[in-house]
Structures are given as C-alpha cells and as structure tokens.
C-alpha cells in the first residue's frame, strides 16, 4: 500500500508534464502559423505598393520640369510619397520579422560596394526627413569594396537611418562609413532627446520603443531587434551611445569580407 501511495504523486506529476507538452506544442503550432500569416499578409500588402510610388516619383520629376505648375502640386506629391515609402518599410519589416522567427532568413554573401550601397538607403530615407525638416550629412568615401549580404546591409543602415530622423526632433542627422581594420564601420548619429541607461538596457528587445512622443513614432517597436540580429548573425556587432538630450550614435561594425553564410534560427542568443 505505501508503495501504492508513493508512486501516485509521480503519476500525477507525469500527467501534469504532459498536458504542459501538449499545450506547448500547440503554442508553438499557433505561433508558425501566425508567423507565416503574416508573412504572407506583409507580402500582399507591399507589392502592390511598389509600382506606386514609382508613378509618383515620375509624377515628381514631371512636376519638377514644369515651371508654370503650383509649387504646391510638388509638396503634396512629395509627402504622399513619403507616406507610401514608410508603409512599404513597415511591411518589409512584419516580413524580416516572422523570417527570422521562423528560421528562414538567410544571407547571400556578394561583392558590393559599401558606400554605394549606403547611397542607396540614404537617397530612400530622404522623404522622411524632408518631411520633417531634417539635414543628414553624410562622411563616407567613394567606395568600399568588399563581401556581404546586400539586402541585410541596406536594411541596417535603413532602420538605423530611419530610427535617427524618427526620434532626432528635426536635428541633423550625421551618418559616417569608414573601414576600420578589416572591419566596415557605420555610425548613425542624432541630435535628439537621447535614451537613459534604464532604457538602453532594453532598446534591443522585440516591441521596444523607448521614445514614444515624437508625432512619427509609430511602428511595431521591433526595428533596432531586427537590426541587432542581422548583425550578430553575419558577425558584426551593435553599440549605442546616448545621453539624455545630447543625442544617440549607433554604431555597427561588419567583416568587409563575409566570413560565413548561415541562416538565422529563432531563439539564437542575441
């Protein structure tokens, strides 16, 4: 009989752990497929944008070229241009997102140009800080040659740039590559109302926002996550500096050569 009694508590145990690996399971079943939802929603959502903004863009360099047309008519295009761009960034980033959660987000080293790259992001972020009357001043070469992934590289500088003009309260923003020891090295700095200590600890998580009272901070919080993730995984690394009301500089550092091509799995320390 005792041997009876004692042996219960460890069938009930048993049967408590099972229930817990069952509903886990089904957690983690109920998070792919919200995860690939939203993938596909992201998808759906950006494509049609794309064609968009180049017909205004058009509509812009027409308008341009007109002199007896409103200035007016140039303004409004620009804004509306502006506003399509942040939806486009919004839905590619719910895309990088649910990739890297479901493990599918891998890079493809190429030869590239750094600085050109950079070129690139800064003349697509050039709407929004336009909008809000903010100056980016650029210190970079003419070219840095070297191995990376294209798309992780554009996307970094791209939330780092746009973080910058998002929370910079219409200062400048000051961007700086440079090659540092086999290292490339690009800093985004603003002249905004910076980030605390107890807030720098924290800005890196998923669904982070820390400044939340500039008229521009919406978003998904999630933008400075998937930066850091895209950096570890091709072996760089992030650093921030920032004081309150003496602005943020973010720093990353890339190998000029890609070392390794790996895929970014869900749960990989950050």
């Known amino acids: 009989m005792a041997s ?7 069938a009930v145990e048993s049967d408590r752990l ?8 089904e957690l983690e079943e109920a998070l792919a497929a919200r995860d690939s939802f939203i993938a596909v929603v992201a998808h759906e959502l950006r494509n049609p944008m794309t064609p968009i903004i180049g017909g205004i863009q058009r509509l812009r360099r ?7 047309l409103p200035s007016d008519i140039g303004t409004a295009l620009g804004k509306l241009e502006w506003l399509i761009d942040r939806y486009i960034r919004r839905a590619t980033t719910l895309l990088d997102v649910s990739r890297i959660r479901a493990g599918k987000h891998s890079f493809s080293p190429e030869p590239v140009d750094f600085a050109g790259l950079l070129r690139v992001v ?8 336009r909008y809000v009357h903010s100056p980016i001043s650029v ?8 191995v990376c992934d294209r798309l992780a590289f554009e996307q970094i500088a791209e939330n780092l740039i746009t973080n910058a003009i998002k929370y910079g309260a219409g200062q400048p923003v000051h961007i700086r590559l440079s090659l540092v020891g086999g290292m490339v090295r690009l800093t985004v700095r603003d002249e905004g109302p910076g980030i605390s200590e107890a807030d ?3 800005i890196f998580e998923r669904f982070e926002r820390v400044i939340a009272h500039s008229h521009l901070a919406g978003g998904f919080g999630i933008g400075l996550w998937v930066v850091r993730q895209l950096v570890e995984a091709m072996g760089g690394r992030i650093e921030l500096q ?8 973010f720093t990353v550092e890339l190998p000029v050569e890609a070392t390794r091509t790996k895929q970014l799995e869900e749960g990989e320390a950050p």
Do not use: N
Not at 4 to 10: A, G, M, V
Not at 139 to 146: K, L, M, R, T, Y
């Open 122 to 129: 800064i003349e697509a972020t050039a709407p929004a800080a």
């Open 242 to 249: 920032s004081e309150l009301e003496r602005g943020s500089k």
């Open 139 to 146: 210190d970079a070469p003419e070219s840095i040659a070297g």
């Open 4 to 10: 009876s009694h004692s042996t219960r508590p460890l």
């Open 18 to 25: 099972a229930e817990l690996e069952k509903r886990v399971g």
């Open 62 to 68: 027409m308008a341009g070229a007109t002199p007896d």
């Open 200 to 202: 720098r600890r924290r």
